[in-house]
């Protein structure tokens, strides 16, 4: 077990409403294939990698770290969440010092649409970026309540950097 700040990782199992956000394992291999190697995927994080490519690259129990989350649906795995302090050098941040905790997500086709990714927000600040073409991606970044805070080029692309908290802000 290693610690991510005050966490201790890997967590137990979070159950939602419909899913279970797990530690991923040895036979979610094909699927982490197969979210890579997706061309629809792909489209929005630069570009799918060819799948040969994927296959040497990925190991026999894939994305085993802090912050990488399983998404698994009825017992099979249809996607994974992420949650990385959003490094310092990259472009786009909410506070001058960087840090922020951001939220990643990729679903394999078949499960857009159906609301998976909006059942796995953290209860702290988050950020989020996507480019602006994925016209999806904006869609449900609005819908979670995530807020604008800036614009800038990052993968060849224009990206869209917003803020989440569950936090309400108290009145004066």
Known sequence: ????????????????????????????????????????????????????????????????????????????????ITLDRRDAGRPGHVRPEAGEVELGYMLLPEAWGYGYAAEALPSEPVVLRTQTANDRSMRLAVKLGFTEVERFEEYGAEQWLGVWSSVVPSGC
């Not at 700040?5 to 094909?30: K, S």
């Not at 995927?41 to 990698?49: E, H, L, Q, T």
């Not at 770290?65 to 099979?76: H, Q």
């Open 1 to 80: 077990m290693t610690e991510l700040g005050a966490v201790a990782w890997p967590p137990a199992r979070i159950r939602t409403e419909r899913l279970v956000l797990r530690e991923p394992g040895a036979r979610d291999r094909a699927a982490f294939i197969d979210l890579f190697a997706s061309p629809e995927v792909g489209a929005y994080i630069g570009c799918p990698r060819p799948r040969e490519e994927i296959e040497r690259a990925v190991p026999e129990v894939p994305g085993r770290r802090p912050g990488l989350f399983v998404i698994d649906l009825d017992g099979a795995m249809i996607g994974m």
